[in-house]
């Protein structure tokens, strides 16, 4: 007798992998199928990324398929401007669908499905109001009531609900809904609407119809089509799972249906993510559009400069579970995203708000060139030449008239190094009319030069600093978070410090050898970009991707 061939399967990392496991091991399915079913109705947010990642993810892993099917059956909100971003999103974080498809292009199929409801008895034509229906439905602690029209024939459902196709009804008019049970505990059990008549233009089908089927009857069904083996969701849709299957049963075209399995939302902090929300931050003004970088959006965080490999991090490293409520600290996130730019990314001195600095006795009209590692923990990257010359530029916050008891940057009187250069030390401070300081006079110490192998004296302060004459002019813009939480209120709030904007900023010259949408680290001030949209080669316009600053602390292992 032949020995039986075990299934060798990959290693299950959580209760979803489990589960598939022992599906596949007890034969329930041949090959894994999954799929990512966007409405699209906006562009995708941070809050989707978990469960891209799932459902493209167990399909690799699985050496199985993951369609991409738009679940496009509210027509006033869907647009294809959202299929074209949710495309362009998923292909970005380097995942690609095996089939695309669209629940419009089941709207024969799940009619057909609607008649063989309404002629096994389980589905009827109802012609409550929304506000009766919601009467009706009942409350969590008390059941609802029938509808006086449930107990309608099949001859006149049918006949009803063809009319209903034919446009001979006003929206709300009639609806067509399931025949389950109005006492159930389950509220999504308790006659749920199938049809809605709405008189709206498709963004594929145009005006063919005018019914459209509801999401938690179409969405199964599309499921059951496609052949998908595991429907992985968020918790939000726990309780619908048995209407899922409810469907699915009823219409009985399915041997083998597919499977339902729900896994913990990814809530993160000061993150708002309702589409309703990011839509009327839009439509308002507010921001300026769905790819700005203060948005959750994806197209948001591409612009501003995460990369698809720190917003992977952030959610593997966040694992998978069953457990509610847990929320993930925003500051996270930035931390996934310093980790994965510090050791590829050159560090370049740039100044935000300049002041001039004169160095009085350096020789006029002399350029000396100063070699720096483009990344002191990197020396893969080579390093590059910086002209230091009379007139410089450093920022206004490392000089102070009168020092606190802790500044050691620069201020009258004082020397510090300016970084891998010079000592300089301040002897005068020029002011305008308006008592501003527009200019600071300085001087240098030749024996100080950096690499020159000086051990003198010491000093507490490093700056940076960039050339007058050869640094480059950028438009730089600071980002933090959109939202603030009120503590008093308990809600989120608009943050009217979400941008701040250097119209002058000065970079030293090597940044113009660098392709535009290059990433660097700007010393002392953070990860920026050069937006690849906005920026010419005569006109920069850099992105603060995060400051270097954290609030994060990673666990010691």
């Known amino acids: 007798?032949?020995?039986?061939?075990?299934?060798?399967?990959?290693?299950?990392?959580?209760?979803?992998?489990?589960?598939?496991?022992?599906?596949?091991?007890?034969?329930?399915?041949?090959?894994?199928?999954?799929?990512?079913?966007?409405?699209?109705?906006?562009?995708?947010?941070?809050?989707?990324?978990?469960?891209?990642?799932?459902?493209?993810?167990?399909?690799?892993?699985?050496?199985?398929?993951?369609?991409?099917?738009?679940?496009?059956?509210?027509?006033?909100?869907?647009?294809?401007?959202?299929?074209?971003?949710?495309?362009?999103?998923?292909?970005?974080?380097?995942?690609?669908?095996?089939?695309?498809f669209y629940a419009s292009e089941y709207y024969d199929k799940l009619y057909e499905f609607a008649e063989i409801l309404i002629k096994k008895g389980v589905a009827y034509v109802d012609d409550l109001s929304q506000e009766e229906m919601r009467q009706y439905r009942g409350t969590l602690t008390e059941p609802g009531k029938n509808s006086p029209y449930r107990d309608r024939s099949v001859e006149e459902n049918l006949d009803l609900f063809r009319r209903m196709r034919a446009g001979e009804y006003k929206e709300g008019e009639k609806v067509l809904r399931a025949k389950i049970d109005m006492a159930s505990p389950n509220m999504n059990m308790r006659d749920p609407a199938i049809y809605r008549i709405a008189f709206a233009h498709h963004h594929r089908t145009g005006d063919s119809w005018c019914i459209y089927p509801m999401y938690d009857f179409a969405h199964p069904l599309s499921d059951a089509i496609e052949?998908?083996?595991?429907?992985?969701?968020?918790?939000?849709?726990e309780d619908h799972r048995p209407l899922y299957n409810w469907f699915i049963e009823q219409v009985g075209l399915f041997p083998t249906p597919p499977r339902q399995i729900e896994f913990s939302r990814m809530e993160i902090t000061n993150v708002v993510t309702s589409k309703r929300k990011l839509r009327a931050l839009v439509e308002d003004g507010v921001v300026e559009g769905w790819d700005d970088p203060r948005m959750p959006t994806l197209a948001g965080?591409?612009?501003?400069?995460?990369?698809?490999?720190?917003?992977?991090?952030?959610?593997?490293?966040?694992?998978?579970?069953?457990?509610?409520?847990?929320?993930?600290?925003?500051?996270?996130?930035?931390?996934?995203?310093?980790?994965?730019?510090?050791?590829?990314?050159?560090?370049?001195?740039?100044?935000?708000?300049?002041?001039?600095?004169?160095?009085?006795?350096?020789?006029?009209?002399?350029?000396?060139?100063?070699?720096?590692?483009?990344?002191?923990?990197?020396?893969?990257?080579?390093?590059?030449?910086?002209?230091?010359?009379?007139?410089?530029?450093?920022?206004?916050?490392?000089?102070?008239?009168?020092?606190?008891?802790?500044?050691?940057?620069?201020?009258?009187?004082?020397?510090?190094?300016?970084?891998?250069?010079?000592?300089?030390?301040?002897q005068e401070v020029v002011k305008d009319e308006r008592g501003e300081i527009v200019e600071l006079r300085c001087t240098y110490d030749p024996e100080t030069r950096s690499g020159s192998g000086f051990t003198g004296r010491k000093v507490k302060g490093t700056i940076h600093w960039v050339s007058a004459n050869a640094a480059v002019r950028a438009k730089v813009r600071l980002y933090d978070q959109l939202f603030s939480y009120n503590e008093?209120?308990?809600?989120?709030?608009?943050?009217?410090?979400?941008?701040?904007?250097?119209?002058?900023?000065?970079?030293?010259?090597?940044?113009?050898?660098?392709?535009?949408?290059?990433?660097?680290?700007?010393?002392?001030?953070?990860?920026?970009?050069?937006?690849?949209?906005?920026?010419?080669?005569?006109?920069?316009?850099?992105?603060?991707?995060?400051?270097?600053?954290?609030?994060?602390?990673?666990v010691e292992a």
């Open 488 to 554: 008093e209120t308990k809600e989120y709030e608009i943050n009217a410090n979400s941008l701040a904007i250097q119209e002058n900023a000065l970079i030293e010259p090597s940044i113009l050898e660098e392709p535009l949408g290059s990433r660097f680290q700007f010393v002392r001030n953070g990860y920026f970009i050069t937006d690849p949209q906005e920026s010419t080669e005569d006109s920069l316009v850099i992105n603060r991707i995060v400051a270097l600053k954290s609030s994060y602390k990673p």
């Open 1 to 100: 007798m032949a020995e039986e061939k075990k299934l060798s399967l990959p290693e299950a990392e959580n209760f979803i992998e489990r589960e598939i496991n022992r599906d596949l091991s007890e034969g329930v399915y041949a090959q894994v199928c999954t799929r990512f079913p966007p409405e699209p109705n906006g562009y995708m947010h941070i809050g989707h990324i978990k469960a891209i990642c799932i459902d493209f993810g167990t399909a690799q892993k699985y050496g199985g398929k993951c369609n991409l099917r738009f679940d496009d059956t509210n027509p006033a909100k869907e647009d294809t401007e959202y299929v074209d971003s949710i495309m362009e999103d998923i292909r970005w974080m380097g995942f690609q669908w095996d089939k695309l």
């Open 227 to 237: 052949g998908i083996t595991h429907s992985l969701c968020s918790f939000e849709f």
């Open 301 to 426: 965080l591409r612009k501003r400069g995460y990369t698809p490999e720190s917003i992977k991090t952030f959610i593997t490293s966040t694992g998978v579970s069953k457990s509610r409520g847990a929320t993930i600290d925003y500051s996270y996130l930035e931390y996934c995203i310093r980790e994965d730019l510090k050791m590829g990314n050159k560090r370049l001195m740039a100044v935000l708000d300049p002041i001039k600095v004169v160095i009085t006795n350096y020789p006029e009209g002399r350029v000396e060139y100063f070699d720096v590692d483009n990344n002191p923990e990197n020396p893969e990257l080579g390093t590059r030449k910086i002209p230091f010359e009379r007139e410089l530029y450093i920022e206004r916050g490392d000089f102070m008239e009168e020092p606190e008891k802790k500044f050691f940057r620069l201020a009258p009187g004082r020397e510090v190094r300016f970084m891998n250069s010079y000592f300089i030390t301040c």
